[in-house]
Structures are given as C-alpha cells and as structure tokens.
C-alpha cells in the first residue's frame, strides 16, 4: 500500500532564509505526487505536482520540488520564504489516473511559521 | 483553477440531529471527493464519485452517506450526529482527463455537541 511520510511536524524559519520540506513515499513504481498548501481556514490549493520527465518541478508562489527515486523523496523548497507562506504544507501521492488509482494518499503535514 | 463551494463553513449541532454538508463545484468534474480531516492529521479519504449516480466509499470508514444526482453537486450527510463526527470535511473535485489533479473547496467544520 502507499504511503506518505513528512517527517518534520513543524518548522520555524524566519523570514527571507531558504526553505525544504520534507516528503518520503512509499509505493513500488514512480508514482504520481503532489504538494498542496492550506492557509488557516482555507481549502488545500495545488502548488506542484509531478508524473514524470524533469525531476525537477516548479511550482506556484515560487516553490520547485525534486522527485529522488533513489531515496523515495520529493522535498519541497523555496529559496526565500515571505512571511504569507506561514501554512500547512500536505505532500500527497497517487498510483496513477483512472479509477481508484487517482485517489490521493496523504502525509500529516508540515506547519510552516515564519520569524520577522 | 476550478470552483468548489461548501456549506455551511461552520456548524455547531446537537448530537442526533440529521446534517447535510453541501458541496457544489462549477466546472463540470466528473470526479468528486470527500475527505475528513482531524487537527494535525492527513487527510482521509472517505466517499468518491466517478458521476451522476455513482458512489464509492474510500480509505476510512464513515458513517456518512452521499449521493451525486448531479454533476456539479455531491452532497455528505450524517443520518444521527455524534461528537465523534466532530471534524473539518473537505471536498474536492478533479476533471476526467486528469483525475489526480484534484482541486478544494475551503472546507466545513463540524462541532457536534
């Protein structure tokens, strides 16, 4: 079965310095994968996604995400954090399209705050 | 960017009241969701939608229902609340030729009392 793995429940940065997020997965093939932010209040809004091709991704808001086959990861990263990126961030995977196989798995989340 | 809405936003109700979640979304998605979502904890899938007239139930058990007698609408209700139902319910909707790509609405928080 899939899984998703965000290994840090919540991190402080301060405003200006450089940021990753964590995400590990667990599923046999490449899967498809996604980050999404949800603002206190609010929906989950897509920032990524990647299903195959350039490892590397760019987002909305000035977010990339590397896919790593090697070590199960797709880490989210922003070179200089504003303080309106304080959210939470939801690293999520799916087996594919099509049927059952699009539904999304989701990690716990990752709590951004941002310093001054 | 698809458009989803949810109502109410907040609810605070008894236990044993009935309670409908609406959730309508404009632009035409074949597929809809459900998912339920406790503080500080992933999303849970818990009702899909292929269509009109089609309904799965997902990864965590519920006692809710819902039904899809129209496209654009996929509404979630809970026959006899209970304060374990207290939670935010998300839905989402996603377009047939790329059904992984799933779009939310801002969510409905339950308080049952």
């Known amino acids: 079965a899939q899984s998703v793995t965000q290994p840090d429940i919540h991190i402080t940065v301060s405003e200006g310095a450089s940021l990753e997020l964590r995400c590990n997965y667990s599923y046999g093939a490449t899967p498809y994968l996604f980050w999404y932010v949800q603002s206190p209040g609010q929906g989950l809004q897509l920032l990524l996604k990647y299903f195959s091709g350039d490892t590397l991704v760019q987002g909305i808001k000035g977010f990339e995400a590397e896919f790593k086959r090697s070590q199960s990861s797709f880490n989210l990263r922003k070179p200089s954090v504003h303080w309106s990126d304080a959210a939470e961030y939801f690293c999520a995977v799916a087996a594919g399209y099509g049927g059952s196989q699009g539904n999304l798995i989701f990690g716990k989340g990752t709590k951004l705050s941002v310093k001054p | 960017e698809a458009d989803i809405y949810q109502t109410p936003r907040y609810l605070v109700i008894g236990t044993g009241k009935k309670i409908t979640l609406e959730c309508s979304q404009t632009?035409?998605?074949?597929?809809m969701y459900w998912y339920q979502q406790d503080p500080g904890m992933e999303l849970h899938l818990i009702h899909y939608s292929y269509g009109v007239n089609s309904t799965e139930k997902g990864d965590l058990s519920s006692e809710s229902t819902v039904s899809r007698i129209r496209t654009e609408h996929f509404p979630l209700t809970l026959e006899s609340a209970r304060p374990s139902h207290t939670s935010q319910y998300l839905c989402a909707s996603s377009p047939r030729d790329r059904e992984e790509t799933q779009y939310f609405g801002p969510g409905t928080r339950l308080l049952v009392l």
């Open positions: 632009m035409g998605h074949d597929k």
